[in-house]
């Protein structure tokens, strides 16, 4: 095994797993129920939501999405798999699912990449002459990314962001036949990342950003969510990372969704067509 | 920070949020209907496009689209996404949503590219050595953005043209593996802008145009809609904006949609087959 | 404005617009019905075609259509878009209209283009002097245009060729990175039209073609009708035309649909399962 | 007119028109009827493939299709569209079609390519200083093409292989920015086409190769039916020739379709849900 | 016939025919249902899917897919193409089929790409002076394919891993017209598969990797099932072999899936909406 074996891997930090769960209400039918028995479905699903948002390890909640992209994203954020599953199982148990469409979902873990962490790491590991693959190297690196992620436990394993509006959008690297983000020199792609997050920053008092891997999860390789309290933001922050060379060469983007921050006590309002 | 940082990136300005929401009407299940029950249902989505047109910070109007495409188009200008999201929710909640079959919408916000003005900003706060980044350049650059906000105003927060047709495409600028928008220099792309509003001025006694920007908002980055009293002249527009270089080179489109205005009044008579 | 502006767009006549119209009968629902009931129905829209194909600026057809891609396809030629909306509308008002499953459509007009006459006005009018933009020039050219529409007449507002086979393709020409007809000089665009041309015309005693422009109107450039009394040739005529240059290097292809004309007075017949 | 006009063109002999035709049974609703009602239906549908199969001029088969892409896969030949439209029909009378859903379907018409042919004729007559487009030219290649199709009469006009599986798959050559086949000289394209054909004759004992020409037809150019008693030899046939210049470079493939072989008279069984 | 001829096709081995077969659960009429009658149903499908797995010649399994991809994907092994398909019928005649909705299936054979083996063979052979195509050749090859497959009789015709997740994603090789994995030379072929073993043998402990190949089959080359205890893994895994040669160059990949074992005895409670 060759001594650069890995080298070009960036290194990542897991937290928990993440579901975006998007539905669209047959509104013709559910306005056809009798107002009680919407009401009685309506306060179900709103402790439904209470519930799941209350969950220790996680959190759930729930945007009202423009267009006919969908009514309702239901976002969950989970520790592992089976309670993502029991969470999607627990909507389905639901009165009100007979009452909504299934219009999209994306699964993903957040994730952060250590670009820059894991060049430190080799470096410093090289100039003392250890190299990889050696039992050494190995623990040393294991030990540096447990300080790292104890470091990061807060963006890992946090909240869902409080703003008013989200911003969900798939994307994935480019791998083209010229352009190839994959075999670009880990140099390039660290300044190139370095870029973008020049971006990010200029709006980080605007827009919490948080960046779900999906490789091996999911149809693209991450999923993106803005959240912010001016939906203008997404606009204006989309826009200029388009130009910056990481968007504009190794960019490339799915569906977008934006949506409205609905609160659990605010649900059965919505369902039947009002938003605050 | 580098100097130069951002200067690639053109400003622009923002009025509306804007809604193109296309339907389906089924018919064989509409006419089933008893031809009272009928007349009551068209009298009452005549009267919520009335108020939804009357809206004092936006306008809303129908189309009449040809093809399968749909048979409704509704556009929407609103001042925020909750009231966007308002206008869809309370069209979910007339009986006639129960015949309508979604068949498409897009989501953007009326949007002036300014090319010139960024340029010309620039250009005058280096000759006076002012750099971009420092807070005179900042406080300088907002304010000439607002003045030319206040001289916008009636095309981005004005009334839907009042023209007899509509074209609506959704469009992207060209991010290939050779030609690349986001990667030419400000000035090539300055200069495409130009050449390509020379196109839209030679049709402009005959075509309103009305460019939404969705970067981050939409799947694709612009919606445009074109507005004409010959519907003929869409084609001859676009026809010649194809052979320009911004078009030929640069341009990738989404569906078209052709429409006739029809006037909340003549709703119940659309609604009844028939078109004036 | 620079004296070639323009130059390289070769100007195009219209006639009618366009309408091809599929639809898949639900035959397991309208076979339910009792005999009777389908006669009147299948008389009604008999009835309905014949008014239709006996519109005075225009025409209407019936194609039976083979494979899943649909059953019956009409053609309509009307001299607004309103007229064909209005033909749209009254196929929905029909009792038939419940049993059909919308299966595609495709806008367009009627149109040449006008590479050679484009041509050669120009070059008359450079050996005169007479420079683009001027108002000579538009009034020359004007003049020389309405000239070819009057001389082209039967070709722009003909009737439905009478074959009993159609083939209809929508199609683009090559937008590429390095094949880009747009970008192709005016003159080298002529010779590949020219080129292209001699094919149809080695077919043109067993095939009637008719290109709709849909630039501007529908999702692909053209929409061609292919109209011949053996079905063998369509594919003679397609598979010879690949190799030509233009459809070689430029020609994007959609969905081809292959039908058998049917006279309105065969409807009938045809919805009792049966093709003469 | 030039000399070498249509030189690059391989001419192509052409026998039956051939639909695939691929349905998923509604399984639950159809196995809601009462069993005798289901009976009658099912020897209705073997006595309807019994006949189909009967005919004079061409053929019919049935494959029990592999997963969900359908369950079953009518085959058949025709003289003529009308013929191929008259079967179809004659299906969607069946009370069977009301538990058919349509799952795909495909148009051709057996084809045999002459490369072989069409380069020999011309070098005969370029021999003998006689050139296309002259009268003598024509005559004597509709000569040899007609001796031709006499001698290809059994495969053009024959019946559907007998074997036990079939491999369904739609096909196009490429036509790529810089690889494009149909701007090959012919002289490469026939190179091809032998070293193709060199792979098939190797399984030619094991698979019989019909071949559907689709250009002008349908959405591919070909459509390929491999027929075999051993199905693992789709596998390492198609995987053969797509190391094949043709194949690697040249060849795009649509789905790809595998099923079994069903008698008219074990449709009943196969519709109870049994397979011999 | 050339002496290379087919030298550069790697030789494989196929084991058992494999179906994922994915499935949405219609909860709302699943739910309708009474409560005996559904325990009722869910009990006859444990049985059917008891006595599937029981299969001698094979195996079968059932996972609970995350998102709107599906809820329940089965997986077989199977001997024959018929046994599959048998295996997929009698699903289709089980009460539970009425509340299943199809989402999704994929046919391949495992199989073992035999690189090593092939060159080693073919060396071995012309360093004897034994030439391709020559009966001796034949014969020796077909010698060391045999014991080849005695060696991995295990793999190729073994049970199900039992690990807790599943990842199944079908993926072909690249044929760009610049990056053409069947254009490449043997030897880099390889060498490439060589250096993606790698990353494969990396995580061997943790992921048990079941290649199916579907060339001639199913619309992509393979079908990949990963099966771990950890899903983590998956990512893990799949991201690394992104930056690998093989799979930054020549990977595409289509939609993944990522599900949860559940034994056969556990259907009735995930049917009860309850995963444990």
């Known amino acids: 095994m060759a001594d650069t074996y890995g080298l070009d891997v960036p290194q990542t930090l897991e937290g928990w797993y993440v579901l975006h769960d998007i539905y669209a209400v047959d509104w013709p039918v559910w306005r056809s129920l009798e107002e009680p028995r919407r009401d009685e479905i309506a306060a179900d699903a709103a402790r439904w939501l209470t519930i799941a948002a209350g969950c220790e390890k996680g959190d759930s909640a729930l945007y009202s999405i423009l267009t006919q992209k969908g009514d309702l994203m239901f976002l969950h954020y989970r520790e592992t798999p089976e309670e993502l599953k029991r969470v999607e199982l627990s909507l389905r148990q639901m009165d009100l699912f007979g009452f909504l469409v299934p219009a ?3 699964l ?9 962490l894991t060049t430190i790491v080799w470096k410093r590991l090289a100039d003392q002459g250890v190299h990889p693959g050696s ?3 190995e623990e040393y690196f294991e030990t ?14 946090g909240k869902i962001p409080e703003h008013r509006y989200i911003c969900f959008y798939p994307m994935s690297r480019r791998r083209g036949e010229q352009l190839n983000w994959y075999t670009l020199p880990m140099e390039d792609r660290r300044e190139l990342m370095r870029s973008q997050g020049r971006v990010a920053h200029k709006y980080h008092e605007q827009v919490t950003q948080v960046v779900g891997g999906s490789i091996g999860l999911d ?16 606009k204006k922050l989309v826009h200029e990372m388009r130009f910056d060379a990481a968007g504009a060469l190794y960019g490339e983007f799915g ?11 605010q649900m059965p309002e919505l369902l039947s067509g009002a938003l605050k």
Chains 1, 2, 3, 4, 5 share one sequence.
């Open 108 to 116: 993903s873990m957040i994730e952060l990449g250590l670009y820059e």
């Open 135 to 137: 039992d050494e190297y």
């Open 219 to 234: 149809d693209w390789e991450w999923g993106v969510s803005l959240h912010a309290d001016d939906a203008l933001v997404f």
């Open 144 to 157: 540096e990314m447990g300080k790292e992620k104890r470091r990061a436990e807060a963006r890992l394993f």
């Open 255 to 265: 569906p977008f969704y934006t949506g409205i921050r609905v609160q659990p006590g």
């Open 104 to 106: 999209g979902s994306y």
